[in-house]
């Protein structure tokens, strides 16, 4: 099925490439910041979006949305998700533990220098079903409670679609509407003055001929990835489907020769399959 490419305009802030834009501009990414956390945030290193986190080569690896750390070297690490996968819990999880292992030093023997890190995760539903716009996680003691672990870990999942106003503030409600409704009328709807500042950034993304070809370039990366993926996914079907039938034919006691014959396949072929056989 044909996908369908919104152009850069209609691209709002819970988009990748929009979002990357935008907070790859430390005051928007700063605003955000601030509005999320409710307390100021100065930056100490510039923001980095796309960074590539593992422990080793062979190891699995992600890359970051937007990476950044304060001047307390505090390190953020904020994502936009639109699709509930029903891995994001866990994948936070990965999230952290990849980031914590690039912290320290090889050979480093204490764990004091580790830093405070906040995996920020901003999604168009309710991803635990309370009817919230903020969850907080934090490790806490089960059997002793108001005991925090202190372990300078904070996760924290956005719901733009909240229900509860309660202990939320307006300004946080309006940011999360406007990441999904990244419109002037909806920015201009808000009384924040910082909201009203990623708006012009928005607006300068958006009006950028080098951006909408960049925007363009993406896309046509991002297609051709998928029908390299969906090709590959062909071939290791065929190369199953005919493993199983030389298996067959060797059970009945047919030689490869023969069954490169029947099955129309080189010799070496059949030969490489019978031997992994």
Partial sequence: MEQKQKTLKDLNLLDRFLFSQAADDPDT?????EIILGREVVLKLLPQTEKEQRTHPLNRYVR???WAMDEEE???NT???KEDTGNLPKRSRFYQALIDSNLLKPGEVGFQRLNPVYIILICPFDLFGYGLYRYTFQMQCKEV???SLQD????IFLNTRGQHTEGVP??????????EHTTEEVSAASASERIHNIQKRIHAIKSSEKIGVKYMQAWEEKILEQEKAREEGRQEGLTQKLKELVEKKVQKGYAAEEIAEMLEEDIETIQKIIAEL
């Fill in 170 to 179: 307006q300004e946080l409600i309006e940011l999360l509407r406007y990441m």
């Fill in 152 to 155: 300078g870990a904070v996760r």
């Fill in 79 to 81: 994502e936009v998700q």
């Fill in 29 to 33: 990414m700063r605003d955000m910041l």
């Fill in 64 to 66: 970051l949305d937007v």
């Fill in 74 to 76: 505090r390190i953020y």
């Fill in 145 to 147: 409670p108001g005991l």
